[in-house]
């Protein structure tokens, strides 16, 4: 008989799963015991983390981070300061679609930032104006056409993109590319094309070894406001040794690193948000489950304290 999912899956918070990858999250958190040597007021013991694993179907093997409590704070926040960007490229864009329906300032397609693909957030226009290789740049816009092409049954809005590489291309190579560009489309979207961190960390090392080498691994999530799916996942695992440093920490030698593994997943606005949702509720819940217990410890050592 079949394990069912709430036993096999036990302690996962939040699942992602794409056709040929998925990304979920653990709930691995632990209360305050007499042996962490810690205030029963901060709740949480040590060791208390998210885990965060990003499995990949066609080779069957996973990556593995940790994400400590303390750092869900923050990655709340910056996913709020990203957020705005996006809100603030959709009123634009929005902004810009009104104009052209009242005959203002219509900007023209090929200065318009593509929204899929590795070239989105720039316009095609640029990207040909400021290439130190035109040919190279030529043939990667006609790359991204062909490409749009193929789904835009299926993904209508992939009409906007080939409309504004098809424009770009015609301006080039008529040599009026240049002069077409419009003086005022540079204000439409100048931030929402860049890459926020919204979190990074150093390589870090686990307890597990293997060769004289630990477990190695890293995180970073980005986001990009121009794209489709603006937030870009990526966990890195590998094996390497540890130094020692003057200070006595041990730091990792990556340039000793070896079976480096990378895996990513893009995410969309829905599913960042409600996965940085969950995992925030889900301490508040754990917090909220645990502190009548971890008050009543406290209390009974500070009466302890006192009587001494």
Same mark, same amino acid.
């Given at each position: 008989?079949?394990?069912?999912?709430?036993?096999?899956?036990?302690?996962?918070?939040i699942d992602?799963a794409?056709?040929?990858k998925r990304?979920?999250?653990?709930?691995?958190?632990?209360k305050?015991?007499d042996?962490?040597?810690?205030?029963?007021?901060?709740i949480?013991?040590?060791?208390?983390?998210?885990?965060?694993?990003?499995?990949?179907?066609?080779?069957q093997?996973?990556?593995t981070a940790n994400?400590p409590?303390?750092?869900?704070?923050l990655?709340?926040?910056k996913?709020?300061?990203?957020?705005?960007?996006?809100?603030?490229?959709?009123?634009d864009?929005?902004?810009?679609?009104?104009?052209?329906?009242?005959?203002?300032?219509?900007?023209?397609?090929?200065?318009?930032?593509?929204?899929?693909?590795?070239?989105?957030?720039?316009?095609? *226009?640029?990207?040909? %104006?400021?290439?130190?290789?035109?040919n190279?740049? #030529?043939? /990667?816009? @006609?790359s991204?056409?062909? +490409?749009?092409?193929?789904?835009?049954?299926?993904?209508?809005?992939?009409?906007?993109?080939?409309?504004?590489?098809?424009?770009?291309?015609d301006?080039?190579?008529m040599?009026?590319?240049?002069?077409c560009?419009p003086?005022?489309?540079q204000?439409?979207?100048?931030a929402?094309s860049?890459?926020?961190?919204?979190?990074e960390t150093?390589?870090?090392?686990?307890?597990?070894?293997? *060769?004289?080498?630990? %477990?190695?691994?890293?995180?970073?999530?980005?986001? #990009?406001? /121009?794209? @489709?799916?603006p937030?870009? +996942?990526?966990?890195?695992?590998?094996?390497?040794p540890?130094?020692?440093?003057?200070?006595g920490?041990?730091?990792?030698?990556?340039?000793?690193?070896?079976?480096?593994?990378?895996?990513d997943?893009d995410?969309?606005?829905e599913?960042?948000?409600?996965?940085?949702?969950?995992m925030?509720?889900?301490?508040?819940?754990?917090?909220?489950?645990?502190?009548?217990?971890?008050?009543t410890?406290d209390?009974?050592?500070?009466?302890?304290?006192?009587?001494?």
């Amino acid at each position: 008989m079949e394990e069912s999912k709430n036993k096999k899956y036990a302690g996962q918070i939040i699942d992602i799963a794409r056709t040929d990858k998925r990304l979920s999250f653990t709930d691995l958190l632990q209360k305050i015991e007499d042996r962490h040597d810690t205030p029963f007021l901060n709740i949480f013991a040590p060791q208390s983390i998210y885990l965060a694993t990003l499995f990949t179907f066609n080779e069957q093997e996973s990556v593995t981070a940790n994400i400590p409590l303390k750092d869900i704070s923050l990655i709340a926040r910056k996913t709020d300061f990203a957020e705005e960007l996006i809100f603030q490229m959709s009123s634009d864009v929005q902004m810009i679609q009104e104009n052209e329906e009242d005959g203002q300032d219509k900007p023209d397609p090929a200065f318009l930032p593509l929204r899929i693909g590795k070239l989105a957030g720039k316009a095609p *226009g640029d990207l040909l %104006l400021e290439s130190p290789n035109v040919n190279e740049t #030529v043939a /990667a816009l @006609k790359s991204q056409m062909e +490409f749009l092409q193929k789904g835009v049954q299926k993904y209508p809005n992939n009409r906007q993109d080939i409309q504004s590489i098809a424009q770009a291309l015609d301006y080039h190579a008529m040599g009026i590319l240049n002069s077409c560009k419009p003086k005022t489309v540079q204000k439409v979207t100048p931030a929402t094309s860049k890459t926020y961190v919204i979190y990074e960390t150093p390589v870090k090392h686990q307890k597990r070894m293997e *060769g004289g080498k630990n %477990l190695c691994y890293s995180i970073k999530v980005t986001c #990009v406001p /121009a794209k @489709k799916y603006p937030y870009h +996942f990526e966990i890195m695992n590998c094996w390497a040794p540890l130094g020692t440093a003057k200070n006595g920490m041990k730091p990792v030698l990556m340039d000793q690193a070896t079976e480096i593994n990378r895996k990513d997943i893009d995410l969309t606005e829905e599913e960042w948000i409600c996965a940085v949702d969950i995992m925030k509720n889900n301490i508040a819940e754990a917090r909220h489950l645990w502190y009548p217990e971890m008050r009543t410890c406290d209390a009974r050592n500070r009466w302890r304290n006192r009587n001494q």
